[in-house]
């Protein structure tokens, strides 16, 4: 089975945009355990707090975006969260996802995040969500 490292901001789009859209077709591919999702304590946080900001209270009020984090969480593999040894992208905040897709050795790190497409970052594979479901069937 394909394991995946998701970036949170996949998740964000997933849960207010389209389903149809690539972010919405990957989470229905999880859904339908067409891949594993490996997760840290940070990704997590990450993702809770990028929804809890004001701008996602409309779509993420009365509980619904702890819900959904909690059943990413609940389906997920959990991997402790990884040492950053050196900056690997553009944006540090990202470094923490290279570091746990490259200390898991995930089959591919799935992104929206040009930082993260457009980085170099050796055997590691950095897909969008479209590409990286398209992969799937």
Avoid: C
């Avoid at 950053?84 to 898991?104: F, G, H």
């Amino acid at each position: 089975m394909i394991r995946a490292v998701v970036d949170p901001s996949v998740f964000v789009s997933a849960f207010i945009g389209r389903p149809d859209a690539g972010p919405g077709r990957l989470v229905a591919a999880w859904s339908d355990q067409r891949f594993t999702l490996v997760v840290s304590r940070l990704l997590l946080e990450e993702l809770a707090g990028v929804l809890g900001r004001p701008k996602f209270e409309r779509w993420a009020s009365n509980g619904r975006a702890a819900s959904y984090v909690a059943g990413i969480a609940a389906r997920s593999e959990h991997r402790p969260d990884p040492v950053v040894a050196q900056p690997s992208v553009r944006d540090p905040d990202d470094d923490y996802l290279v570091a746990l897709a490259l200390a898991e050795k995930v089959d591919v790190l799935v992104s929206l995040d040009r930082d993260l497409l457009d980085a170099s970052l050796g055997d590691l594979v950095v897909e969008d969500p479209a590409t990286f479901v398209a992969r799937l069937t």
